[in-house]
């Protein structure tokens, strides 16, 4: 699955539950699994003080190595949170850098418009108090508490500036949001007049969790460019992970759960992508990005149709859906050692697009058909019965296909949260 360069998503579970099968739109670097605030050796976080709630993350993106480097420059990026909640930090994230980052100042605000912040809600960020701070190569950093609040839906602006020389950063390629970049330090800038080059990308912002009154947990979409919402419209949060995130909010109970989004572009289940912004693969970064997530209770696996379309094996072998099998036992397994429920998701037709082949069709068949009957996940996703032509079940539905024939469009990307039974979710 990748057009250009994307890919799809994952699967994970923890205690075994009832398996819930959900048909149609109607009806290298591995580490320990532990939440975020304490994800690693390389993770600094500051003492602070937990509001009255849970904490959860509510925005997320996975990184990867390979993006521009800087000097002297201010980033703006844009933060959409899926979750009302108070107690904000960030994540800032050098674990996929050859050199230390050095960061002068970073501040948050609340969005107006584009690259323009609110007036008088911009509050500056500290790590462990100072305003400073240098990132180790390989490494990452969560800041102190912020005082800003924040509602479900609602964007901030994260302006982070660096004051020399970075190296190849930290990024995720593929935002699907506007990024604005100024020369020199604007972190204080209510105005968008310096920031005079946009991006799609995210740089080195890898992370916002909040205290949430009402949240009990983390929802995390692991996969890759269908998930990662390759041919989604820029600026207006319509992945489908977007769209979940709406439905648990639409609810007439208080929202539950926050959804972060961990789809890469491009990103294989079993094995690292040449092209290094695709991302290490799942079994690498399955344990950070999955599991470190703040508050996770559940994952969604929609992934590996990477995999069959580059016939990508382990250890240079043509694929079979054994291995595939074999890679999502081990997501399992782990998901269920750091007790995370895990749901498995199909994985859509691709006939028309340059995946396609008879022996990827079968592969791909045989996946689906492990997924639906093995009882190995806690709970299944069918998106492929879902988003199929049903005169053509090979084919994406026309109706929700952008046009490359594996990536739905807007539309289909709110069949595919819509097709998911929220009682497979823990709230």
Not at 4 to 19: D, E, N, V
Not at 306 to 335: F, V
Request: aromatic fraction near 6%; proline fraction near 5%.
């Amino acid at each position: 699955m990748m057009s250009h360069k994307r890919g799809l998503t994952a699967i994970c579970r923890p205690r075994r539950r009832a398996l819930l099968s959900v048909a149609g739109a109607l009806a290298g670097m591995t580490l320990a699994v532990v939440p975020l605030s304490t994800a690693n050796a390389a993770s600094t976080a500051a003492p602070s003080s937990q509001g009255k709630g849970t904490r959860v993350s509510a925005w997320s993106p996975s990184m990867t190595t390979g993006g521009p480097a800087f000097d002297n420059q201010t980033m703006r990026m844009v933060v959409h949170s899926s979750i009302a909640g108070s107690h904000v930090r960030i994540t800032l994230s050098n674990r996929y850098s050859g050199t230390p980052l050095d960061v002068n100042a970073v501040d948050v605000a609340v969005q107006a418009s584009g690259g323009e912040a609110t007036r008088g809600t911009t509050r500056n960020v500290t790590f462990r108090r100072s305003g400073h701070v240098t990132i180790p190569a390989g490494e990452q950093v969560i800041s102190d508490v912020i005082p800003i609040s924040v509602s479900a839906g609602e964007n901030l602006l994260v302006s982070l500036y660096v004051p020399g020389p970075t190296g190849t950063s930290t990024w995720h390629s593929d935002a699907f949001d506007t990024t604005y970049i100024a020369s020199g330090n604007h972190t204080g800038d209510d105005s968008a007049a310096a920031f005079g080059t946009t991006t799609t990308s995210w740089y080195y912002l890898a992370g916002l969790d909040v205290v949430s009154p009402t949240a009990k947990g983390t929802v995390v979409a692991f996969g890759d460019s269908i998930t990662d919402g390759y041919h989604s419209s820029t600026g207006t949060y319509t992945r489908w992970p977007d769209f979940l995130g709406r439905r648990l909010g639409a609810e007439s109970s208080p929202q539950k759960l926050s959804v972060v989004d961990a789809g890469i572009g491009g990103n294989r289940v079993l094995t690292d992508v040449p092209n290094l912004w695709q991302g290490v693969s799942a079994l690498k970064r399955f344990g950070h990005d999955a599991l470190g997530q703040p508050g996770v209770k559940d994952v969604i696996l929609f992934e590996g149709i990477n995999d069959i379309g580059n016939n990508a094996g382990p250890n240079g072998a043509p694929l079979t859906a054994q291995d595939l099998i074999d890679g999502y036992r081990t997501l399992i397994d782990e998901a269920h050692a750091a007790h995370v429920n895990i749901i498995g998701a199909t994985l859509m037709p691709d006939e028309g697009n340059g995946y396609y082949t008879p022996a990827a069709e079968t592969i791909r068949q045989s996946v689906n058909q492990w997924i639906r009957t093995s009882g190995a996940f806690d709970g299944v996703i069918d998106f492929d019965q879902t988003m199929r032509d049903t005169a053509n079940p090979a084919a994406l539905n026309p109706v929700y296909d952008s046009g490359d024939h594996i990536h739905p469009n807007d539309a289909g990307m709110k069949v595919m949260a819509d097709a998911i039974d929220l009682r497979l979710l823990r709230h």
